[in-house]
């Protein structure tokens, strides 16, 4: 059977030209970067080729350009690299601003800074889970450190008005950072100081979001930023981050960049919708056209082009991801980074959904390699797979026979929602 592989903000296949690039950096360009011998140069200087490649994706500065071993690594640096620094004033603690949709690099590096006397305040969504410049304009206070808020959701896909957020930081002279796991390589990003994301002082890109492997990173650093490192240890990444360097990943991650800008300029989202938006179009109106009872969250928000976050009401999602599993599709309920937890997930809850909503939610989110056809297939799969599963739904079934008595008795009515 062919899977159809729909779960590409978990983590996306490896692109066959990253592969080839990272390849012979594991057997034949095996040195040590930061050796003096031929061997060593020869992977420094690969490693400087993929800093150069990332920060022109990036419109920055090479040297702003922190390679790490991921997402979340990325997130706890930015984090802790600000707020364990020794306090100006020391009569009053460091505020940190956040939200309550971010993924738990980011939430759980909060919890733990609030053990350590930092301040948090974490703003909510609104419906459509976006957060509002207004909350974060209440929200900031003169000891306001740092602010913390996603590009894009994980779950939903839904982008946050990054630029607004980040200028009214900027205004109360507050440093920002932006969880862009999931936007780089899907949106522009541009950091040059006159671009559309000047005023974001730190970034967090992950490599396995974008078609280079697992386990590679990177924090974009603004050059007037000072950032305590979270390991000890060498000098290497400018004292930012200690640790012999993964010279194979971080080629991954460079050829990964260099395809990504090209991608991106073959379908800029701001030209229209692109090749990969009409296939999640497509995806959702056929799925609302035939299945009762369901519906997307986040659908008037921007979002994304890959993502879908569906709700089909009188079910479970983790049945329904295992059904679908079974048929040949991979898909995951709310956050991969989650399954295994029957809590509903934490961002559908801020903007709203009650916990059966919730937990009724799918997440699919479609790869640069996605198709049509496999679109269509996963058409005919998921209605079948959502009416085996509410056969056995009581909710369901109570609810069917409801609407039969309204159908005899006309003055009783009722509604599917
Ligand atoms: N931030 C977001 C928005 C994510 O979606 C993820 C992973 O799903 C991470 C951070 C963590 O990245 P990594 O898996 O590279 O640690």
């Known amino acids: 059977m062919q899977r159809i592989y729909l779960d590409a903000n978990a983590t996306t296949p490896l692109l066959p030209e990253v592969y080839e690039a990272m390849r012979p950096f594991w057997i034949e360009h095996f040195g040590n970067a930061s050796s003096i011998h031929q061997q060593g140069q020869y992977a420094r200087a690969a490693v400087e080729h993929a800093r150069d490649t990332i920060a022109h994706m990036l419109h920055c500065r090479a040297s702003e350009i922190v390679f790490t071993s991921g997402g979340t690594e990325s997130d706890n640096l930015a984090l802790f690299g600000i707020l364990n620094q020794p306090r100006v004033a020391l009569s009053e603690p460091y505020h940190l601003i956040t939200t309550n949709i971010e993924h738990h690099a980011v939430l759980h590096a909060a919890h733990q ?38 590009l894009a959701n994980n779950e939903t896909g839904v982008i946050q008005p990054i630029i607004a957020l980040a200028a009214i930081t900027k205004a109360a002279r507050a440093i920002f950072h932006t969880d862009a796991v999931q936007g780089a390589g899907k949106l522009p990003t541009d950091l040059s100081p006159h671009g559309e994301l000047r005023d974001v002082d730190l970034l967090s890109i992950s490599g396995h979001k974008m078609y280079a492997p697992q386990g590679t990173g990177v924090l974009f650093v603004r050059r ?12 290497h990444e400018r004292q930012r981050r200690a640790g012999t360097e993964n010279v194979a990943g971080i080629v991954a991650l460079g050829k990964a960049a260099e395809l990504a800008q090209q991608w991106l300029t073959e379908n800029n989202p701001a030209a229209g919708p692109t090749q990969l938006a009409n296939l999640r179009n497509r995806l959702e109106q056929g799925l ?10 986040g659908i008037d928000a921007p979002r ?18 295992i059904a679908l599993d079974l048929k040949g599709i991979s898909v995951s309920g709310g956050s991969a ?19 059966a909503r919730a937990r009724a939610t799918i997440r699919v989110s479609l790869s640069r390699f996605t198709t049509e056809a496999e679109i269509d297939t996963a058409l005919t799969i998921i209605p079948t797979a959502v009416a085996r599963l509410r056969e056995l739904s009581p909710s369901w079934n109570n609810l069917k026979k409801s609407l039969k008595l309204d159908q005899a008795e006309p003055s009783l009515t009722g509604s599917v929602t």
């Not at 007037?224 to 000098?235: C, D, Q, V």
């Not at 609302?288 to 969250?297: M, S």
């Not at 980074?337 to 916990?355: D, K, N, Y």
């Open 113 to 150: 800074l609030e053990k350590q006397a930092v301040e948090v305040t974490y703003l909510e969504p609104d419906a459509d889970g976006v957060i509002q410049p207004t909350a974060l304009l209440k929200a900031l206070r003169p000891n306001t450190r740092i602010v913390s808020i996603m």
């Open 224 to 235: 007037s930023i000072r950032l305590a490192p979270l390991f000890h240890g060498g000098t």
């Open 288 to 297: 609302l056209a035939q299945v009762e009872a369901c519906g997307i969250n």
């Open 304 to 321: 994304t082009a890959n993502t879908s976050s569906l709700y089909f009401d009188h079910l479970e999602a983790e049945a329904l991801v």
């Open 337 to 355: 980074c989650q399954s295994g937890a029957a809590e509903p997930s934490h961002v559908l809850s801020s903007m709203g959904l009650s916990p």
